[in-house]
């Protein structure tokens, strides 16, 4: 076995245990076997968010040149995500492919631009450590960190994300510039 096989067989199976704890902390929430509503994913991270014990080791003590997206657990209708946003950089204006979505900023703050739902305007808004929310499938939205440092938040997506679409912003609306499929 390589030293590569043998780390991704330990981080398979790290990853296996963390997902199996998540799942244990959300049985509570009694969820069902189709697509999670909003306030359904808002319950889910409000309840991963309050456990540090299942996501503070994988922050990193220094700001990621790059944001980190790290899959928490995945059950059949829905994924729990944890993001660590490397400072100033924007996510570009995209979709979650049909999928709603839940959050949880845990760390640090987001700035939000959002499309209104006269699908034409923008709006914005400030996340800080303790705002929470949900939203449905056509939620079309840029974020980056509020300041100069690491902002952390939790994510549930439901379906499961299977890509997300990304867009320009042009003075005809927002145009779509590429799909790009989710790695597993």
Known sequence: ??????????????????????????????????????????????????????????????????????????????????????PLEPSDWHDHGGASGGYAVVGGGLYERFRSDNGSDVESRLLWTGSRGAFGPDHLHDMVPAGAGTAVSVHAYSPPLAALTYYERTGLGFVVREVVPEED
């Open 1 to 86: 076995m390589t030293l590569t096989t043998a780390s991704r067989t330990v981080n398979e199976a790290l990853r296996g245990q963390r997902s199996e704890e998540v799942a244990d902390r959300l049985r509570a929430l009694h969820l069902g076997s189709g697509r999670l509503g909003e306030s359904e994913l808002e319950s889910v991270v409000a309840a991963v968010a309050v456990d540090r014990g299942l996501w503070a080791d994988l922050v990193g003590p220094e700001p990621p040149a790059v944001r980190r997206r790290i899959r928490l657990h995945r059950a059949d209708n829905y994924e729990v995500l944890l993001i660590v946003w490397s």
